[in-house]
């Protein structure tokens, strides 16, 4: 497994805005079918390492590659543009406020994409749409708005979204984050069964228990470095750095500490 | 009052011409400047500028004159009736390129964001899911862009077009009556802008979001 070719790697990325270096040479290889979480404090630069990935932050320095495809190549910008809209289609992201269309009724947020880059049927669509809304147990929602969808719904519409792309990697930026408590459980049995049926997928999370359970490594982030990661056992159980103890030490004390 | 009474109808009718075809010339020259200045490159960012600033910091009425009066000197040719529309059109137009960037502004970044990472192009990602979204915005504050443009329509009497305004100043000499007259033209005046006002309101309500 170890010596097998990464599926997503990044290489040396630095980013920064103005004086400010919020990722500071990290590099992170990810193997297809592996599930990689990454946590950290707030501010760490969880969200900017994972939205350099699909270019949507771009780096100051360091490579993203997606199998033998360089994501962030450098291209004259026309160029650069289809470059990047192709590579996009293989990089599922889902977002921690839903962003559906709210213009769209679900079946049209989940097929504006595939028919207009994939030059796909109605019909063919529409069975894209079902199939996707059945994976995320909404089949009954197709013809509604997100508006009339609950926040843990939404997300998953959102998924399916994604889905329909059929991505190679799933990037996950606090999924569960703007969920009310109640919600949070079924959002994460569709990640869950997404990371049952082999998907790719990169994490970033707040939650402690759903990382352990779910993902092969953790990555825990702070002030820009990965300072250290590692099998959720031994992240968890047996952290070897300060940083980490702490923030997990605050961490499992606040989870405790919140209603079951 | 009966025998002026058709040259007023007459009269409103050009009015609302006036006022339609100056409004879509004002929405298209509108979008195309608000794209310019939220999407193009530098030149057609700063050509829009210069245009908004301009037609925003000077008088409609000098606008108008320059247009009808001016143009003929550099060659522009202009019936009274097409560089009212013109005119007039140009003018909504700067204000409507204001309200209509205001409202692709409002439309909540994460909407890009998340047609990008589907792989949709800027065009693509503007066209099916900002703009419907910002049109839906637009509607009010275009009605009332729309308000203050037919009453504007008012200053192409000075340029000879026979409009309401026009008309009434011109019956004042043979019926003595110019109370009776400007009342009319405002009573007039008033039923196009009570219409429009109801079409747009429909409208809001037809595109609100579900
Ligand atoms: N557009 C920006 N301009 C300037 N600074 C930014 C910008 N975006 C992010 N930053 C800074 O970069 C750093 C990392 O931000 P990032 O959003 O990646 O953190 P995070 O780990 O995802 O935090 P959180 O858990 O709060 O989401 C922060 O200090 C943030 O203030
Ligand atoms: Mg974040």
């Not at chain 1, 792309?165 to 994460?188: G, I, Y």
């Not at chain 2, 298209?28 to 050509?47: E, Q």
């Not at chain 2, 862009?145 to 009434?168: C, F, M, W």
Request: one cysteine or more; glycine letters at 6%; a neutral charge.
């Amino acid at each position: 497994m170890t010596d097998a070719k990464p599926f997503v790697e990044i290489r040396q990325a630095r980013k920064c805005y103005g004086d400010l270096e919020v990722l500071k040479n990290i590099s992170l290889k990810v193997n297809k079918g592996q599930i990689i979480a990454i946590i950290g404090p707030s501010g760490s630069g969880k969200s900017t390492l994972l939205r350099a990935i699909n270019d949507l932050d771009p780096l100051t320095d360091g490579e993203v590659w997606l199998e033998d495809t360089q994501v962030n190549k450098k291209l004259p910008h026309k160029q650069y543009e289809n470059h990047i809209n192709k590579v996009r289609q293989n990089i599922g992201m889902v977002f921690q406020h839903f962003n559906l269309f709210p213009h769209l009724s679900v079946r049209e947020n989940i097929t504006l994409a595939p028919k207009m880059l994939k030059g796909i049927s109605d019909a063919e669509a529409d069975r894209l749409a079902e199939e996707q809304l059945e994976h995320v147990g909404l089949s009954d929602r197709i013809d509604y708005y997100p508006s009339q969808l609950s926040g843990g719904q939404k997300q998953r519409v959102a998924i399916a979204r994604a889905l329909a792309m059929q991505p190679k990697v799933m990037l996950f930026d606090e999924a569960t984050s703007a969920l009310d408590p109640e919600l949070v459980e079924e959002v994460n049995l569709v990640m869950k069964r997404l990371a049952e049926e082999h998907m790719t997928m990169i994490i970033v999370t707040h939650e402690m228990a759903f990382a352990e359970s779910v993902a092969d490594r953790i990555l825990f982030m702070d002030g820009g470095v990965v300072v250290e990661e590692g099998p959720p056992e031994q992240l968890f159980r047996a952290p070897k750095h300060e940083r980490t103890k702490e923030f997990l030490a605050k961490h499992l004390r606040a989870n405790a500490l919140a209603p079951a | 009052m009966q025998r002026v009474a058709p040259f007023f109808l007459e009269a409103a009718w050009v009015t609302l011409e006036l006022a339609v075809l100056s409004t879509l010339l004002g929405l298209t020259l509108g979008a195309i400047a608000a794209s310019a200045k939220l999407y193009g490159n530098v030149v057609f960012r700063s050509i829009a500028t210069v245009y908004v600033s301009v037609i925003r910091g000077t008088p409609c009425l000098i606008q108008l004159f320059i247009l009808y009066f001016g143009g003929p000197q550099i060659g522009i040719n202009l019936d009274p009736f097409s560089a009212g529309v013109i005119g007039l059109g140009i003018n909504i137009g700067a204000y409507m390129t204001e309200t209509i960037r205001g409202a692709i502004i409002a439309v909540d970044s994460g909407q890009m964001e998340a047609a990008r990472t589907l792989g949709l192009s800027k065009f693509q990602a503007v066209r099916k899911v900002i703009l419907p979204q910002a049109a839906r915005l637009m509607v009010r504050p275009l009605g009332v862009n729309i308000n203050a443009q037919i009453k504007a329509t008012a200053l192409v009497s000075a340029i000879s077009v026979v409009d309401l305004t026009y008309t009434a100043q011109r019956y004042i000499g043979s019926t003595y009556k110019p109370f009776e007259m400007f009342i009319l033209a405002g009573v007039l005046y008033m039923v196009i802008i009570t219409l429009t006002g109801m079409i747009v309101s429909w409208l809001n309500k037809r595109v609100a979001i579900q």
